[in-house]
């Protein structure tokens, strides 16, 4: 039987109301398995597997998308490596990307050089002059790795030394495409060669680095970075042909920055499909993540928090965006206070803020209320502006995540299909991955073992 108050005494109402509401809509597709809405589907996929981007979902995902609705048009807000533009804009399809995090942004533009535009041979010998002159005793005294705090002692001396050698090199390099994808390959290798390991929400240390001495991680052998960068080279230029077959049908765009800004540009009705996988509300920090990539991309110290705080709110740390966004559209703008209305009018979202709140002292982490109402104000603009910029008749295909703190299930799911049912959309369907996710241990033993849907959406624009 349906439990009528949540695990804190708390109301489940709303919640229950929305369950009602979209109760025919919500249906296992057995056709989806986690594998293809992870990035585990990419792992020998040309090109997307340079880079472990873990959030990234798979490229068959976006193929058996667009192959079924055959859109002229494609955009993804949070394109990641770019793994949705690449694949439609290979069958000829206009395709966007936007994505805040260069990382991310970065791999998308290599694929997209190496598979229309780049020279095979300039690659390779370029790739070999690199190898070589890691080789040679030569000293790169003009350039030191511009660490932050968080990437402080991450390499052996060795590897930093090399490193620098590899930028020197790189910095000389005419050919911009070739440029491009050297600067790519460094970037790639720099967990393999590091003392450190994405792990989840952390970036975790191995003990060997001397920085944190309770550490026992113990990464195994870790690559001199000659010899990561060298497998990473001859990787990439074997990929190249079967790039230009897969992903040398058209060039995507994509453009570095916050959808929160960008979509607001897009002109109404320029796309007639959405398929994206926003951050979930899952307190995941991309920036501690890819802290070391971004560093070799020069983010300072002060750029790692701007960044973070213009993502998309899934962090504790995130702040408010409401006095932000009202700078970004203006005081009056009839989009922005229709999205703070659809946030304001959600019942289930301020339910599970509500109890939330009152038990605020119990919680991890106070601030995960702020990023519950950050995330959710945040999303309502994301959805108010696809109902805008996706034609009548088009589609938005979202993968997300369902989260839960403090015992309090928060259905995203249900509360973005609000949204789009308010923006112009109709939910069409809300697939269910066959296994959700479970709780944390410590939420287990406290509130017992229930799933998180882990979903695939799909919302039609309507002609009205
Ligand atoms: C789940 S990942 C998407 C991965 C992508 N589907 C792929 O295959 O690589 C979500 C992405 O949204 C990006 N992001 C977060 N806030 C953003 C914002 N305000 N504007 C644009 N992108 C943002 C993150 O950097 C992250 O790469």
Known sequence: MEATISPNGGSVRERRGLEERFRDRVSPNSALSRKTVSYQGNRAAPGLRWMKYKEGFSRSLVDEFVSEFRPAAVLDPFSGIGTAPLVAAGKGIEATGIEIMPVGALVGRGIAEAANGLRRD????????????????????????????????????????????????????????????????????????????????????????????????????????????????????????????????????????SSLELLRETPEASFDMALTSPPYANRYDYTRTYALELAWLGYGQGDFSKLRQSMLSATVENKPKTDWLRDVYGEDDALLSKAFRMYEDQGAVHEVLGILRQRVNELGNRHVVRLIEGYFLEMAVVVAELGRIIRPGGVVIMVNDNVRYHGEETPTDLILADFAERSGFVCENIWTLPRGKGNSSQQMRRFGRREIRKCVYKWTRTNG
């Open 122 to 257: 300039t690659l390779e010998g370029a790739a070999s002059e690199l190898l070589a002159d890691l080789e040679s005793d030569a000293d790169a005294h003009e350039y030191a790795f511009p660490h932050v705090r968080i990437t402080e002692a991450a390499f052996p001396d060795e590897t930093e030394s090399a490193i620098a050698k590899a930028r020197m090199f790189i910095d000389a390099v005419d050919d911009h495409a070739t440029r491009a994808l050297l600067d790519l390959a460094c970037m790639t290798v720099l967990e393999d060669v590091s003392f450190t390991r994405k792990d989840g929400q952390y970036l975790r240390w191995d003990y060997r680095s001397g920085r944190n001495l309770r550490s026992r991680v113990h990464k195994g052998r870790i690559a001199p970075f000659a010899e990561a960068l060298g497998g990473r080279l001859y990787q990439m230029l074997h990929d190249v042909d079967e790039l230009k077959r897969e992903y040398g049908g058209g060039r995507p765009e994509f453009i570095i920055g």
